[in-house]
């Protein structure tokens, strides 16, 4: 399992911006924001950007979405 440590890893192993934010059901004006915020993603899109790394045998710190305790 690949381990991803930033926001812009996880953009690219989920293939790209327009992909993240189809799969995520954002306006991709607004996904363009996130790998600059510290808290990169939005914490309601964990659970589907999780699955979608888990299919491409990937896994991402859950920090990058603000979610603390599942480290």
Same mark, same amino acid.
């Given at each position: /399992?690949?381990?991803?440590?930033?926001?812009?890893?996880v953009?690219?192993?989920?293939?790209?911006?327009?992909?993240?934010?189809?799969?995520?059901?954002?306006?991709?004006?607004?996904?363009?924001?996130?790998?600059?915020?510290k808290?990169?993603?939005?914490?309601?899109?964990?659970?589907? /950007?999780?699955?979608?790394?888990r299919?491409?045998?990937?896994?991402?710190?859950?920090?990058?979405?603000? /979610?603390?305790?599942?480290?």
């Amino acid at each position: /399992m690949r381990k991803l440590k930033t926001a812009k890893a996880v953009v690219a192993h989920l293939g790209g911006l327009p992909k993240v934010a189809t799969l995520t059901d954002t306006n991709i004006n607004t996904a363009k924001n996130w790998p600059g915020r510290k808290k990169a993603f939005p914490a309601a899109t964990y659970v589907v /950007m999780h699955r979608a790394l888990r299919r491409r045998r990937a896994t991402a710190n859950p920090l990058l979405w603000g /979610m603390r305790g599942l480290e």
